[in-house]
């Protein structure tokens, strides 16, 4: 029997509303700021996401073994809409970190804060 379930999954950064607006547009939702620099969004059918104002953000950097990237998000897509999808979040702000391999079944980029996440035909 677990002892806890997945609330949330918050991520610190420099602008949570910035953050959260990059994300509702990949994943849906829309972002609900406190004005406190913490934003909520509610994923339609999956876990939430919260962005939490950290002033002193320094992104993860990928691959470094001496600035791990911590943790990153698996974003499920369809295979065939891979390259589709890859376009939308690079015009969203995201940037490649490792996308060469096309016949891979995962790419990696980073969140305009840095935030490594794949986009994951798995």
């Known amino acids: ?3 806890a379930g997945l609330g949330v999954v918050v991520l610190d950064c420099p602008d949570p509303l910035a ?3 990059f994300y509702a547009a990949v994943v849906g939702g829309t972002p609900k700021d406190d004005g406190k ?16 104002a950290a002033p002193g ?22 295979r065939a809409q891979l390259d589709a999808v ?6 969203l702000g995201a940037t490649a970190l490792d996308t060469e391999d096309r016949e891979r079944s995962f790419r990696l980029y980073a969140d305009p804060a840095g935030h490594p996440f794949c986009l994951c035909a798995c």
């Open 57 to 78: 953000h320094v992104p993860p950097q990928w691959p470094e073994a001496a600035h791990s990237q911590q943790f990153h998000l698996d974003l499920e897509v369809d």
């Open 1 to 3: 029997m677990p002892l």
């Open 86 to 91: 890859e376009k939308e979040v690079l015009a």
């Open 37 to 52: 620099g913490w934003v909520d969004l509610e994923v339609p059918g999956g876990t939430p996401l919260a962005f939490q």
């Open 19 to 21: 953050l959260a607006t």
